[in-house]
Nanobody, 119 residues
Framework: QVELVESGGGSVQAGGSLRLMCTDS?????MAWFRQAPGKEREGVAT???????TYGEGVQGRFTISRDYRKKTLYLYMDALTPEDSAVYYC????????????????WGQGTQVTVSS
């Protein structure tokens, strides 16, 4: 059963913007975005807890914004000033606990959405 479904990926030129969405079948306290580029380890991009507290990974602070709509059980990632280094498969993740950091263990994952930034 797929619990998290991402959408909004695509191709954009450097300097452009994209918005990713993730719909959760449940209401969970902590949600996050991760990404993985070819040949690289998965890295945390951003987290948001039940109190709208946020954290961001290195290199995206000031360019990416994570937010959520509790009623719609939807998570967003607004990405601005994109560079080719942001190209990756982006994954949505969620956990019931409100302990919410990039290093937390997430029990639900989406299937990923591709983001490609061309120079």
């Amino acid at each position: 059963q797929v619990e998290l479904v991402e959408s909004g990926g695509g191709s954009v030129q450097a300097g452009g913007s994209l918005r990713l969405m993730c719909t959760d079948s449940r209401s969970r306290a902590c949600m996050a975005w991760f990404r993985q580029a070819p040949g690289k380890e998965r890295e945390g991009v951003a987290t948001i807890d039940w109190n709208d507290g946020t954290t961001y990974g290195e290199g995206v602070q000031g360019r990416f914004t994570i937010s959520r709509d509790y009623r719609k059980k939807t998570l967003y990632l607004y990405m601005d000033a994109l560079t080719p280094e942001d190209s990756a498969v982006y994954y949505c993740a969620a956990r019931l606990s409100n302990v919410c950091t990039i290093s937390s263990e997430f029990e639900a994952w989406g299937q990923g959405t591709q983001v490609t930034v061309s120079s």
